[in-house]
């Protein structure tokens, strides 16, 4: 098996939480796209990144069941394991900073895959939200406190990959804010959190904590 780095990103304030990343840091190890689909089905991650060059932060980004020209949380979590200025997607340059126990990184909106944004009229109503069948990626928002930029969110991505549910979606973030237009401060799935700011001429800065698992 190639080895590989396995990250916690968009962890809570006390480092609970937060989904979880496979990163091949040796990416020359498993240079096809076949091979590395398969790898990355084999993992089971939500998303699986092989790092193709480490100082240039060139990196190829894959879920079990396909590859992604960019993601927000492979991105955060990456950017915090190399530590460099920017990533190299296929969607495009990355900017990336650590700022305290935060990482942050700067991306567009129209690299995010499409999400279907539903909002609901209470945080109660998305915690009683049962995963739905296979079809749409669903990212489920409801305001916590409008007035903060409080957000309530949970993402099912609909794949039938056997991921129900993300625990934490940066992409899904990113679209929420580019959509409203404001930072936002946001608690998915059990308890991960997500900040976000907007940033001009349509950039979006996306932060999380991020932990070496193993």
């Not at 962890?11 to 398969?38: F, I, K, M």
């Not at 394991?81 to 991306?107: H, K, N, Q, S, Y």
């Not at 109660?124 to 916590?144: F, Q």
């Amino acid at each position: 098996m190639t080895d590989y780095d396995v990250l916690r990103v968009f962890c809570g304030p006390t480092g609970g939480y937060g989904n979880e990343l496979g990163v091949v840091r040796n990416g020359s190890l498993v240079p096809e796209h076949d091979d590395r689909q398969e790898l990355a089905a084999k993992l089971g991650f939500s998303e699986t990144v092989f790092v193709d060059d480490p100082e240039r932060g060139v990196i190829d980004i894959y879920t079990p069941t396909s590859r992604l020209p960019f993601a927000g949380h492979p991105c955060v979590g990456t950017a915090w394991l190399l530590d460099v200025p920017e990533l190299v997607t296929a969607a495009g340059e990355v900017g990336t900073r650590l700022d305290g126990e935060f990482t942050w990184i700067e991306a567009r909106a129209e690299w995010a895959p499409p999400r279907t944004l539903r909002q609901y009229p209470s945080a109660a109503e998305v915690n009683a939200l049962e995963v739905p069948p296979p079809g749409d990626w669903i990212y489920a928002w409801a305001w916590e406190d409008e007035a903060a930029g409080r957000v309530r969110a949970r993402a099912f991505p609909g794949r039938g990959d056997g991921i129900d549910e993300d625990e934490a979606t940066g992409a899904a973030a990113l679209l929420l804010t580019d959509r409203l237009g404001r930072a936002l401060n946001i608690t998915q799935g059990a308890g991960s959190q997500i900040l976000t700011a907007p940033q001009p001429h349509g950039w979006v800065e996306v932060g999380g904590r991020v932990f070496l698992e193993r």
